[in-house]
């Protein structure tokens, strides 16, 4: 599956330093948020970067690239670090929040069992569909021309690169199988990026001992896709 995900060439000519490491883990046992993500998420708190950090304001740069507002939608891992103490969500979404602010760059998880197709990172056309509840019932949104998008083959899976998640592919106590894409912008350096994995990696074997753990960098090369 992470083989096929790509980064298209509108996208690399907007921030050529972009770098995803996507993470395709499979037997997950996620549960509610226990003892062992609430000192995650504490000792996160006490190493999260700051929200001057030269890493998160990259993010908020490369938003305006494409005429997004962060100071309106701010970046993943914007947000996060201006909330602590970070929310208690459940086991899975715990381990990659922490290990989010901590290094100072977005991920985003998936359930894969929800995905269809594969996940590439584009500029919208502005017609795809991106699924949402509003007023507690399910409806559709669409993203502006123009935005990076994270999308599959049945519509958009995160706006504004990694502000907003729809709802279809959000991570609950029951996936089993996941996406995980931490993104990267400079100064974080590639090394910083893989040790991020690593660290989530060893997260996720906490809460699942023994399971199937694949990566792969995928870069914003323009000859890569048309």
């Known amino acids: 599956m992470i083989e096929d995900i790509w980064v298209d060439r509108s996208v690399a000519e907007l921030r050529p330093d972009f770098a995803v490491l996507a993470m395709a883990v499979y037997g997950l046992r996620n549960g509610p948020s226990d003892d062992r ?25 490369a938003y ?36 989010s602010v901590g290094h100072g760059l977005p991920i985003g998880g998936e359930d894969l069992a929800r995905y269809e197709g594969t996940a590439r990172l584009v500029r919208a056309a502005g017609d795809e569909p991106f699924e949402v509840v509003e007023k507690g019932e399910p409806a559709i949104d669409h993203p502006e021309i123009g935005e990076v998008v994270w999308r599959d083959d049945r519509g958009v899976t995160c706006r504004r690169w990694n502000w907003r998640q729809c709802v279809r592919t959000r991570i609950t106590e029951e996936t089993v199988d996941a996406l995980f894409l931490l993104e990267r912008l400079e100064p ?4 910083e990026l893989r040790a991020a994995g690593d660290e989530l990696t060893v997260l996720l074997e906490e809460i699942t001992p023994g399971l199937h753990v694949e990566t792969r960098i995928v870069t914003a090369a323009p000859e890569e896709k048309a």
Request: charged share 30%; aromatic share 6%.
């Open 37 to 61: 993500s609430r000192a995650w998420l504490a000792e996160a708190a006490d190493r999260a970067v700051a929200v001057d950090d030269p890493r998160v304001e990259a993010w908020r740069e």
């Open 64 to 99: 305006r690239a494409f005429g997004a507002k962060p100071q309106r939608t701010r970046p993943s891992v914007d947000a996060l670090v201006r909330r602590m103490p970070l929310p208690e969500i459940n086991l899975v979404v715990d381990a990659y929040n922490a290990v």
């Open 188 to 191: 974080m350096s590639p090394e």
